[in-house]
């Protein structure tokens, strides 16, 4: 079992920044992809960024240039370094993780969610 904790989220105003972090904690598998999806109200769950385990990373087109993703590997953290915010990043965050079990099969998660409001 897989136990993620996101922190990070809030108020804050257009053109600030934020951090969103996410730490995995459990025993028995192995993390591959660590990644950032959000979901605005009325809109289907976007990937924001994503990260592998060796550090390439991938980004939504639409936080190119602003937002970074980075990964500390021992300490099963993930981080999302929002500059520039835009009342459109308005959002519940989700933290996602997948990877391997030791004992075989691929699994995946989701954390509980954390608001990001950008007022203009």
């Known amino acids: 079992q897989v136990q993620l904790v996101e922190s990070g989220g809030g108020l804050v105003q257009a053109g600030g920044s934020l951090r969103l972090s996410c730490a995995a904690s459990g025993s028995g598998f192995n993390i591959g992809v660590m990644g950032w999806y959000r979901q605005a109200p009325g809109k289907q769950r976007e990937l924001v960024a994503d990260?592998?385990?060796?550090?390439?990373?991938n980004y939504a087109e639409s936080v190119k240039g602003r937002f970074t993703i980075s990964r500390d590997n021992a300490k099963n953290t993930v981080y999302l370094l929002m500059d520039s915010l835009k009342a459109e990043d308005t959002a519940v965050y989700y933290c996602h993780v997948e990877g391997r079990r030791w004992l075989g099969g691929n699994y995946q998660y989701w954390g509980q969610g954390t608001q990001v409001t950008v007022s203009s």
């Open positions: 990260i592998t385990s060796g550090g390439s990373t």
